[in-house]
């Protein structure tokens, strides 16, 4: 089949308008919700509501794209997300609205509570990465799907990278403004999958899959994706790796500020380059890496590398020294990333693919969730290196996992679909 280019190019697009409006709210959330007299702990709620609502929503949208096809799929998600963004920009005057409907003064917790749901609501239509990753295994082969899936990742970075930017910007004129910029962002990209996108799945793709009257979700789930040779092995490796990224993710701030006294300004261009270096690796470096080098040992070299910069970052004394351990440490987790999602992709049947990505997602957001908590214990009760200590010891369990249960095991076509009474999403 090759690469289709065009489509490929097309979905590039989408997720990066998807998650520049995704940055533009997600770091003036706090801010936002603080104006409305919400504690710490419930900013923490708040933001970890998006993740927990995706526990859910990512494993629905990827096993609905398997029955009805990617670009509805697509619509319907980011529809969810305009909604979000929509709901997000008018929480206070809807908030104050409800407020007064029941009479009550505490028109804040109405405000907050708008906010909370524009977040869950985001949450579970918000599988638009989930898609898009089964979309791109649509119309690449089994020899360019890291690459494709690589694709993503940068525009992912690429997203991250304009999206604070450009909401720090617009925020001069209120916390609601990035949101509604989000909202636009939403609706062009609504606009664009439309008129440009095309369906990756034939109907009679579709079709086959209704036939199989396989369950549309059930509660073992990731029991069954667990339980698979190929499948459950990968997933187990990524959920390590994903524990100790969203930890540094959620540390580094803190990190930065208070180990090497950098200015948020400072922190921001760290992360800047952060972002480019990530266009890079994954819109470049992968494609020419899985040419060279099987997938196996490609996420093993990489772990390994994750494993000498997280060391790095729990010594470093100085910005110049963690400069140098951010290069394997991102380095490798996004190359090891990248060739699990796409491992994933091609151990399973294509009917399969949406729904398992999902789970796949879903064990990324179980990290996210409990990450930013054991980051900030870590690092408010042992010190500022425990939280890169802690991450090195999950990154040796990842070693030891893909050792024993990926580098073992010889590669072979897509595992057979589980028995349909026991399908997982």
Known sequence: MGIKTGRVINIFLVVFVDMMGF?????????????????????????????????????????????????????????????????????????????????????????????FLS???????????????????????????????????????????????????????????????????????????????????????????HNQHRPFLTVNALTDALRRPKVGPLLSVRFFLMMAFS?????????????LNLSSQSTGFVLTAVGLYSVLVQGVGIGKLTKR?????????????????????????????????LLPLMGGGWIANTIIISGISKAVAPDEIGGTLGISTSVENVTRVISPAIGGLLFGSFGMWAPGAFSAIMVLFAIWLAYQRILSVKETKAEAPLPIEESCV
Not at 25 to 41: D, Q, R, V, W
Not at 247 to 259: C, E, I, P, S, Y
């Open 23 to 115: 940055g533009l709210i997600l770091p003036l959330l706090p801010y936002y919700a603080e104006t409305f007299g919400a504690s710490p702990l419930l900013i923490g709620f708040l933001v970890a509501s998006y993740a927990a609502a995706s526990l859910l929503g990512a494993p629905l949208m990827g096993r609905l794209s398997d029955r009805h096809g990617r670009r509805l799929i697509l619509l319907l998600s980011v529809g969810g997300t305009l909604i979000g963004y929509l709901l997000l920009g008018f929480a206070q005057p809807i908030g104050t609205f409800f407020a007064h409907a029941f009479a009550s003064p505490e028109v804040n917790t109405f405000i907050i509570g708008i906010l």
């Open 247 to 259: 930890m540094f993710m959620t540390v580094f701030a803190l990190f930065a500020q208070h180990k």
């Open 119 to 209: 977040r869950i609501i985001d949450g579970l239509t918000g599988g638009n990465i989930t898609v898009a990753q089964a979309y791109i295994s649509d119309v690449t082969d089994e020899s360019n799907r890291s690459s494709g899936i690589g694709l993503i990742g940068s525009a992912f970075g690429l997203g991250f990278i304009v999206g604070p930017a450009v909401g720090g910007f617009l925020s001069q004129w209120g916390y609601n403004m990035p949101a509604f910029a989000a909202a636009g962002l939403a609706f062009v990209n609504l606009i664009s999958i439309f008129f440009f996108l095309p369906e990756s799945l034939t109907k009679e793709h579709r079709l086959a899959i």
């Open 293 to 325: 080098f099987k997938d196996g040992n490609l996420i093993f070299m990489s772990l390994w590398l994750m494993f000498v910069g997280y060391i790095g970052w729990a010594i470093a004394p100085n910005l110049l020294i963690l400069l140098i351990a």
